[in-house]
């Protein structure tokens, strides 16, 4: 794993990827990559503008089929309920891989169209139905995969069964303990997602990522509402100090391509604390192997969407 690059990608010929949030930052340069390399790539967008815009940047890039877009709200489950079905149809139920990227970062305290808090109905919520309802395109697929992007700030997080109800709620609100129980919960999604990989005997399997702390879009989130020149501030800071978008890709490209990967790994930068770097295989808290916290989440998450969840 020395060093490896974007040159190391395999050839993607024949393979249909569903990468989300690829209007800008790792989802955009992971969608670049794919289609690079020879994939059929389908991007999920909730601006048609933006969409658009990816959708042309990706096919100046494409070797193979026209990239396409789905447009999405993952924080409106009516919303990921319809694009699960358009990617279903469009695909003839056959998706070799998603990368569940698409996300937001500590922003001031907000609600979806669902009720939920904000954070935990695109970072948790939203991949999760839409992972399930995909599942039929996905199981029976030849070397299929599921990415989940967690991050550092998992590391630290914990929760229970009423935390939980507290954090759909929006309770005792503190932006980024929110954000890293997010993080924590998709890694839980991914392990019990290969749990139910193994039970159902599937030949797919569920992996994770995390870019390390990379200059990307997501800091926007951290200062929506805030004064400009806040704004600003932590533009520049990050900017400076974070690695590049396609060094921060680099993880999530390897969970979705490299050859050997197993079910239930979990990769990030190897430098610095892995905040920068080449991808290796990353480290992770007890909380994201607990088999009571994998429990709780899949009842929580299968209560709060109305998809049933795979065991």
């Not at 096919?59 to 319809?82: C, K, M, N, Q, R």
């Not at 993080?183 to 999604?189: R, S, Y």
Request: charged letters at 20%; zero cysteines.
């Amino acid at each position: 794993m020395t060093k490896w690059n974007e040159t190391d990608v395999p050839d993607q010929t024949g393979r249909t990827a569903l990468v989300t949030g690829a209007t800008g930052g790792l989802g955009l340069r992971v969608a670049e990559v794919l289609a690079s390399r020879g994939a059929r790539v389908l991007m999920t967008s909730r601006n048609a503008e933006r969409g658009a815009a990816a959708r042309d940047r990706v096919a100046a890039v494409a070797t193979g089929p026209e990239p396409e877009i789905i447009g999405v709200d993952l924080s409106d489950l009516t919303s990921v309920g319809l694009a699960a079905a358009t990617v279903r149809d469009r695909t003839g139920d056959r998706l070799d891989l998603l990368v569940n990227n698409a996300g937001i970062m500590a922003p001031p305290r907000a609600f979806s169209v669902d009720g939920f808090e904000s954070q935990w109905a695109t970072n948790v919520f939203g991949p999760a139905a839409l992972t399930w309802q995909l599942l039929p395109a996905i199981r029976e697929t030849p070397r299929a995969r599921v990415v989940f992007v967690s991050s550092i700030a998992h590391f630290g997080a914990t929760f229970d069964a009423s935390r939980l109800q507290k954090d759909a709620r929006g309770d005792d609100y503190v932006p980024f303990a929110y954000y890293g129980r997010t993080k924590l919960a998709d890694l839980l999604l991914s392990r019990e997602l290969e749990r139910h990989f193994l039970r159902s005997e599937s030949a797919a399997i569920s992996v994770a990522a995390h870019p390390g702390f990379s200059s990307t879009n997501l800091i926007s989130s951290t200062v929506e509402g805030r004064p400009a020149w806040q704004q600003d501030v932590t533009t520049r800071i990050i900017g400076a100090t974070g690695q590049s978008v396609a060094m921060g890709a680099l993880p999530l490209l390897y969970a979705a391509t490299a050859d050997g990967v197993r079910g239930s790994q979990y990769f990030g930068p190897r430098g610095l604390f892995e905040t920068r770097g080449y991808p290796h295989r990353a480290a992770r808290t007890p909380a994201s192997r607990s088999d009571a916290l994998g429990r709780w989440l899949l009842d929580f998450v299968q209560e709060k969407t109305g998809v049933t969840a795979p065991r």
